[in-house]
């Protein structure tokens, strides 16, 4: 078996896109370790994850219409466009708890909009986000008015990224979640066993579990010894955790991964593709209404720039990519976009702390998502040619 079909072998494998990129993550806090030894520091890995989590929620969602083979080019600026509608009706008097709930049926409606244009009418996705890219941002200018930006100072809002859990309670949380992931990792395996299907090892099952609660247990001992764990991590890694068993455990996610390997194929084995497609930009929408949301909490203000106006949707998208999710379509992990955010977030804080110009941050972050995608083609190729 040559080098190349090797490689091909282990990209096609659930854990091949997730090993890659790790590996690229370590690689970086290594070499920023070593030159910068205030960016491997609780506090400024405390604000890493802060930093990343705008983009990250962003390329859960993105990740979805992948799988499928489209993209989409609007999710930054429906993100503005949500969490302008939030703050003026929260500046309006509504209560913040129902104005975050319309947004985020706002969000899963220009999803759905949209999804409706490419599956029903025939437009190219591209085609059709990009118009809405456009659109939208016009759309959030006109609601943040003359100002093009209004300040977020309310309690519910904020709380979403000022509210740390206390160090037993982050303990706990860690524990449940080294629980849930041992439970899920031996119930497929018994489940498969059960099927008469191939097991992985059980060194490579137990691996697994060790490696996770090992990530687990450094990760919330290193955020305790500064302010604790952040409710922003535990709310998006609920949500990924939501997101990844629909799309690994459920009739519509593996529905998501057929359409993208070959939608024509899926069709006829009865699957309905136009409606797969349109509940997936659907879901695109309401992650970037929760993406909004959590932006707004961040930046403690709306503004164009920090939505539509800066780099949020191509660095949301070369996480996705970065995580290891096709282009092509029908491979991909919800997870991994979170992992491949990190992997932006730590290029980026690493080079702030060295004194790194920004023009330095854009070649090196376009440098690491050309490397992605030119992975995922030459993968691509050596699978057709095994073939």
Do not use: H
């Amino acid at each position: 078996m040559t080098l190349l079909e090797r490689f091909v072998q282990m990209r096609s494998t659930r854990f091949g896109a997730f090993v890659p990129v790790l590996f690229a993550l370590i690689a970086i806090w290594t070499y920023f370790g070593i030159t910068e030894p205030a960016f491997l520091s609780p506090r400024n890995f405390y604000f890493l994850f802060m930093q990343s989590a705008v983009v990250g929620t962003l390329a859960v969602g993105i990740t979805l219409v992948l799988l499928l083979g489209d993209i989409d080019l609007s999710a930054a600026a429906t993100a503005g466009v949500c969490a302008a509608l939030m703050a003026v009706l929260i500046v309006a008097g509504v209560p913040s708890p129902l104005a975050c709930l319309l947004a985020m049926a706002l969000g899963v409606f220009m999803g759905m909009l949209q999804g409706m244009l490419t599956a029903y009418v025939g437009i190219p996705a591209f085609v059709v986000t990009l118009a809405g890219l456009l659109g939208f941002q016009g759309l959030m200018l006109k609601i943040l008015g003359v100002n093009g930006a209004i300040n977020m100072r309310d309690p519910f809002v904020r709380g979403l990224t000022t509210i740390s859990l206390s160090p037993t309670i982050g303990w706990a949380v860690s524990a449940l979640c080294i629980v849930w992931f041992s439970w899920i990792t031996l119930s497929r395996q018994a489940k498969r066993k059960a099927r008469g299907l191939e097991l992985d090892t059980t060194a490579a099952v137990w691996g697994q579990i060790v490696f996770f609660a090992v990530l687990v247990v450094a990760a919330v001992a290193t955020l305790n010894s500064y302010r604790g764990v952040p409710l922003l991590v535990v709310l998006l890694v609920g949500l990924t955790a939501l997101l990844g068993w629909v799309t690994t455990s459920t009739p519509f996610g593996r529905s998501l991964f057929a359409v993208g390997g070959n939608a024509e194929s899926a069709r006829r084995v009865g699957m309905n593709v136009k409606r797969i497609r349109v509940a997936a930009f659907s879901l695109v929408g309401l992650m970037a209404a929760i993406g909004g949301i959590v932006g707004a909490s961040r930046y403690a203000s709306v503004s164009f720039n920090a939505f539509a106006g800066g780099p949020l949707l191509l660095e949301a998208i070369g996480a996705a990519v970065i995580g290891g999710t096709s282009l092509f379509g029908g491979r991909g992990s919800v997870w991994n976009a979170i992992l491949g955010a990190l992997v932006i977030g730590s290029l980026g804080n690493g080079l702030d702390l060295s004194g790194a110009s920004a023009a330095d941050k854009l070649m090196f972050s376009g440098a690491i998502l050309l490397l992605a995608v030119a992975i995922d083609a030459v993968s691509r190729a050596g699978g057709e040619t095994a073939r």
